[in-house]
């Protein structure tokens, strides 16, 4: 990941897209197009920008009043309550022994704007045509649709890859090309001036001339299936169906995994027509998205995001676009950083600036050597790690230990953005994502992004619990087990992280292709963990965001190095330690109890000293990204021998478009972040829609599909047929009935068993069988449960629940048997 990707922002604020509402248009193509520049202002004047939102800091918190009881108390500190601290992902609270607080005397530490730091340009390992086009151009006077579609990823004069690839043109470079772009452009401005509403094909050709409908239709329908235009949570596009299957049988996809990148495919997915079927592992939708409420007493509350946090540039991010939907304000995080010694002193300005603008050079200095090395070896790759010290005691950086102690913190953060030692980053590659960073500020949600995860999932299929094992893909489709359940279908899409593919934890049958098998290797998936703590009250001032700390042994650098504070977004004086690099692997050996203290041994070093107070925190809590079996770390990285291409091999579908793959690390452009789960989503969804209908029209063109349309009739037939029996179960239980074979009591006769899995929306409620002794059915209907009758039928019985087409023989005769045994009782009876 990009050096600045995580880092607080820089002081002066880059240009604003979406703000550009009245520059000049420019180029030949717009002339030609635009039916009056008087409609264009006024779309415009309407623009509602994505920054525009965040230029107001609101506070959920910092109330006047709170800010005055908040300076009395830091001179007479409330009795602390005592201090609650978990370990994530598990359940148990440790009650901390109380800890010594000393006077306060001093006011809070001064602050001050870090001054922004250097962008690093990777020219040589950046797509050429799109560096050229998103920094050469920006130098042009360029008009402020391709500003805005620039910002959401689109190149200012040509096409990106999957433009090319849905055939937006007939001739790439030409007229055609050019008048391409100026209408898709438009499109977008268009709807992002209002994202609230659905923008009808109609209206995207209100200002274009007539003779430019084909185009018109080209582009508006390439940005509605590819989710760049109408998507997102607002109530007229949640309602909206596409008619992508008008006359076919639309194919049923499962997702595995409801992260972003799963919640945002399977919701355009069934925007799209498909069937959809989300398979989640946890409990709780969201995965590396996590918002815990932590509670003290006295009212003391606040939302913690324990995984993916910060909206790292919000210009063209799709979850802005959510947030504006929602009607959600965004805090923009504040430049000011101040960092202190281990004394607790504030870092001198200049030895500061000084170590800054070393540590630049040092990183241009790595830039220029792999150019050269690129060039003349192609192929050779070192740790950016090694580099970095080569180059330090060559040019005799930071000898001085503050000036080291400076630079340390500054690879600490380094190994923060990327999630791993700097050691295990590949020097050519690991800033391969710098180019397509989003633009405009770093922002908070406030009341955490688990606002985003609960509106993305209300009302979608999930079935939670339901941990995948093995995938199983053919010419026919796909079975897709989990647990004692197996599920059919045309297409999977599997978004779980790239932790759990390292980790081999889901089986691909057949294997996958060696390439990926060889990227899911190569790259690199690395660690990052919080401790979030509630305090009694805010002691360490209103006015900053973050401030970090410094430390003298190196290899401790990345522990609690940087500091968010959530106060004025949580709702509650929240503060969010962060632990990088190899500090980030000790930590999770340590107990959770031992970490707090730790974080409070260090706050306090920075704050007695000038006489502040610092509490016990009420509750604190400590992530375990490492430990987490749905994820085995935190998010991905370049790694030493890889490279951006290994995204790409990871985005790769298999099985001639049976099984596709989303989530972060499938992102070239945007990984590791979540802006880049849900773009992936987005992609994959119309990845599948693409492939779904060429093999529909395979199919229409082939007549063996009349017969397969004749088989899914006769599958209908039979599903009502199974209906009708099932209305007069033999035995019903909760969720499981059951059907004996017809004339047998026998304890070892065979029963048809099917459960009822609920859905949120009953309709969406699917049923699974298999086949029981009638003693095991009598056993199952005696216990206390359906949770527990569905592990004796995995644990005990082994049993798996199959769809009704996944019966096996010994089932299909069942139900011939059953259908046969009614007949006859409707004739005699
Ligand atoms: C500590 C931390 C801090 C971060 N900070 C930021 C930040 O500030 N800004 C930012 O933009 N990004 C940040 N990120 C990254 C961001 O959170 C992720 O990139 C993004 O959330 C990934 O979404 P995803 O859908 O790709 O994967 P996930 O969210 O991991 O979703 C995958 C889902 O698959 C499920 N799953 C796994 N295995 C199985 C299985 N076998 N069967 C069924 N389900 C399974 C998981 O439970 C999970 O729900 C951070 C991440 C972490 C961990």
Redesign the pocket.
Known sequence: MSKE??ETRPESKPEDPETHSNMDLTGEAIENLAVNDHDNDNDNDDVVSDASVTETDLSLSASQSEQNLEDDQSLQPPPPPPTRISGEESSDLVTEQQLQNANATEPGPRVRKRRRRKRFFTEINANPAFSRNRRTSVGKEVDSEALIAMSVGFPVNSLTEEEIEANVVLILGGKEQANYIVVRNHIIALWRSNVSNWLTRDHALESIRLEHKALVDTAYSFLLEHGYINFGLAPVIKEAKLRSFDGVEPPNVVV????????VAARQLLSMGFRVLV????DR?????KTRKMKGGDGIEAMA????????GINGNPLGVLARQLGLPLHKVRDICPLYLPSGELVDVGVDSKIEASFNKLLDRVCKLRQSMIEEIKSVDVPLGEALETFRMVYGVAEEPQERMLLDWHLANLEYAN?TLLGNLSMAYWDQDDPYEMGGDHCFIPGGNEIFVHALAENLPVFYG????SIRYGSNGVLVY?GAKEFYCDMVLC???LG?LKKG??GFHPELPEKKKEAIQRLGYGL???VAMLFPYNFWGEQIDTFGRLTEDSSTRGEFFLFYSYSSVSGGPLLVALVAGEAAERFETVSPTESVKRVLQILRGIYHPKGIVVPDPVQALC?R?GQD???Y???SYVGVGSSGDDYDILAESVGDGRVFF????TNRQY???????FL??MREAANILRVARRRASISASNPDHIDKGEEEEEDEEENSCLDQLYETPDLTFRNFSVLFTPNSDEPESMSLLRVSIQMEKPESSVWLYGLVTRKQALELSEMEGDELRNEHLRDKLGLRLVERKSLSQEGESMISSLKAARLNRQIFD
Do not use: C, Q
Not at 256 to 263: C, H, K, S, T
Not at 279 to 282: A, I, S
Not at 285 to 289: D, E, S, Y
């Open positions: 990707t995580k595995v995994g409801a992260g972003l990148a799963g919640l398979l989640e592992g946890r939708p969201g995965g590396r998205v995001d324990v995984g993916g946090s910060v909206l790292t999630a339901n941990t995948v094992e989990a978004t779980v992280p759990v934890a889901i990052l963990n919080k992530s990204w079996k749905f994820s770390g935190s998010y989303a989530g972060e690390a990984p590791a972040t979540m802006h880049g789960a992936s989503g």
